[in-house]
């Protein structure tokens, strides 16, 4: 036999949400390449989320939290100390105005970009009946659209909620790590079109590296809240082929504290449901046994 | 689903409890942070009346091959017979809704591309190919009179892969990040089986004669009273995961669920002689199991589109292994 080549590395997405300025130019180019149906204009009065949550039409999708938390340490830089220049409203009759007195940093404005996790135990896979769902070379899980006949076990299995129905096609569908472009050598469509490199795409063990240079920089900045999430390859996923760094708790932002890939406890299930079955067959027994 | 507005992140989270009727908690509500108070996992897509139909009809087709398979080696050849019918006839429609929840029906027979035991739903559409022409043929035989011989081969090879019809269906909800299936996935076989057998029990007062009937009688019996104590045992363990069990369409369908098949055991002991009493209370039981499968639906579905029964297990897991959450270093 000849000898097998290792293939390419594992790759994925780190998103460091504590530079993402929410302009969800990653949903508009993710929509936009993966030829992505619209699926609504709503104004859903969640800050300037209108986007609501990841599905089957929307594989980029960015939160916007509004927060009464200070920020760990603000430096403007600028002085607002000489003399204001003429404004349509003087500013003593203006109701507020950028020198108004107040609690300085009780607000702060979390931005992430969530996406499918891609993750090492992923649970839309193993409990995918059809084989539509496989993972690629890259480690990443993909949908084969043409093969998946749209049982929908992949949905409810998801511990993040990511993988849904497109209704009017009655397939899954979720995000592909764009697996058509990295085959090529590209960046993924989110990755490539995000302004201020929150969205970081590349070998996941140098992602991993970065990340945590990162998360040392913010702690030693002060910014305590900082953390990483889905970077921990002994969580209940295993660890995550798309992984953050959060300015809060996972829940804030929509994400599972400690999730888990249900088929973690498929032995036990299997074990359970066999000893039922064989209890059944038991009670049949003994049901038609004749008094003597 | 109504969209809250007022849901500012890091304050309150869960839908607030709507007033009424249902049990009143003892604990006031824990508060666990949210997004906008939406859900983190998917609430299944699966159609209530396909696949908690088909939760119901195929562990009553599984359970009654069981029955049927003893009572045609222990010669009760009515007895037999409605049970070999009820499965035969209960896996065509478990068949027919399968494939109607199909996103694309068409492309039903992928579901025999490969054979994976880490999916419970490839595991029970290979049993389910296996099963559904055993079954057939077992009741063609006894309706017909023809094939003697492969007929009692196929009661007996339907009464083995029917329990396994009654209880994968249990690991396959429970394999799945709805917390009030997942939570119960201990619990859910045995509550399934008992179920299921209670179910044939209770068709088998329906159909035989009292003369033949007392194989039904003791199935319903174990059956019932299996299907309760696991029941119980479940929500026990399930703790505050337990609500939608309690509350809404699940709360009612499951209580009367319990007093259904209270009611039809007591009758179906009770009234032992009489075979209308037994007719009646085989119904009860029949109409108890499709109760508690449309009730544990849609106590799973309501698990999951409320945030609060996702996370807050989740952050309690966490608290518990290291006070200070997830990552902070």
New interface residues.
């Given amino acids: 036999m000849s000898q097998v080549s290792p293939g390419p590395p594992r790759m994925g997405f780190f998103t460091d949400t504590s530079v993402c300025i929410g302009c969800k130019a990653c949903e508009v180019a993710c929509k936009e390449w993966n030829a992505i149906p619209e699926d609504g204009l709503n104004l ?3 800050s300037l ?1 209108n986007t ?2 990841l ?1 089957a039409n929307t594989w980029r999708h960015v ?1 916007f ?5 200070p920020l760990a340490f603000q430096e403007p830089g600028v002085r607002h100390t000489g003399p204001v220049p003429d404004l349509a409203t003087p500013p003593a009759e203006a109701p507020m105005t950028p020198m108004t007195p107040g609690e300085p940093g009780d607000l702060r404005w979390l931005m992430a970009s969530d996406v499918c996790k891609h993750c090492t135990h992923a ?1 839309c896979l ?7 769902l496989f993972r690629t070379e890259f480690d990443t899980v993909v949908v084969q659209a043409d ?7 992949c ?11 497109r209704k009017e ?4 569908w979720k995000c592909t790590m764009c697996y058509d472009r990295i085959g090529d050598g590209l960046q993924p469509a989110c990755a490539k079109a995000c302004p201020t490199e929150s969205i970081q795409y590349g070998p996941l063990d140098e992602l991993r590296e970065r990340a945590s240079e990162r ?1 040392d920089t913010m ?1 030693a900045a002060g910014v305590t809240d900082a ?3 889905g ?2 390859p002994n969580d209940g996923v295993g660890g995550t082929g798309a992984f953050f760094l ?1 300015l ?12 888990v890939a ?2 973690r ?2 032995p ?3 074990r ?10 038991g ?8 008094s003597s | 689903m109504g969209r809250p507005r007022d849901a500012l992140t890091g304050v309150a989270a869960g839908r607030r409890r709507r007033r009424g009727r249902g049990e009143q908690p003892v604990v006031p509500d824990a508060q666990f942070t949210s997004y906008y108070g939406r859900p983190v996992v998917k609430r299944p897509v699966w159609r209530t009346l396909d696949i908690a139909g088909y939760l119901f009809v195929g562990g009553l087709a599984g359970s009654s091959s069981v029955l049927a398979a003893g009572a045609h080696f222990t010669d009760r050849p009515t007895l037999a017979r409605a049970g070999k019918i009820t499965a035969a006839g209960g896996v065509v429609v478990a068949a027919v809704l399968l494939v109607h929840d199909l996103g694309r029906p068409e492309r039903f027979v992928n579901m025999l591309r490969v054979f994976k035991p880490t999916s419970p739903m490839s595991v029970g559409s290979w049993l389910l190919s296996g099963y559904g022409p055993a079954a057939g043929l077992a009741a063609v035989s006894a309706v017909t009179g023809r094939l003697p011989r492969l007929g009692t081969l196929a009661t007996v090879g339907a009464g083995l892969i029917g329990p396994t019809i009654t209880t994968y269906t249990a690991a396959l909800i429970s394999d799945t990040a709805v917390p009030a299936w997942h939570g119960g996935h201990r619990e859910m076989p045995y509550v399934f089986a008992g179920s299921g057998a209670s179910a044939a029990g209770g068709l088998g007062l329906l159909a035989a004669p009292v003369w033949e009937n007392t194989p039904a009688r003791r199935m319903a019996l174990m059956g019932g009273i299996v299907e309760l104590a696991a029941y119980r045992l479940m929500e026990h363990r399930l703790g505050m995961v337990a609500e939608p069990y309690r509350t809404g369409t699940a709360g009612w369908l499951v209580r009367a669920s319990e007093a259904l098949t209270v009611a039809g055991l007591a009758g179906a002991v009770l009234g032992r002689r009489n075979r209308l009493v037994c007719a009646v209370s085989g119904g009860a039981l029949v109409s108890a199991s499709a109760f508690m499968r449309f009730g544990i639906f849609k106590a799973g579905v309501a698990s999951a589109e409320d945030p609060k029964y996702t996370v807050g297990p989740q952050r309690e897991r966490l608290n518990a292994r290291d006070g200070s959450g997830i990552g902070r270093v």
Wanted: charged share 25%.
């Fill in positions: 859903t009065g969640m989320d609501e949550k599905d939160a939290i509004e927060q009464r938390k649970a193993d409990v995918c009946p059809t084989g539509a093969v998946c006949n749209g049982c929908g076990y949905i409810p299995a998801c511990p993040y909620g990511v993988i849904d129905q096609d009655g397939r899954a998360l702690h953390r990483l999430y970077d921990d959060l809060d708790e996972p829940e804030v932002y929509g994400l599972p504290p400690d999730p249900t088929t406890d498929l036990a299930m299997w359970h449901a066999a000893l039922a079955a064989a209890g059944l067959v009670a049949g027994v003994i049901a038609c046994l004749r």
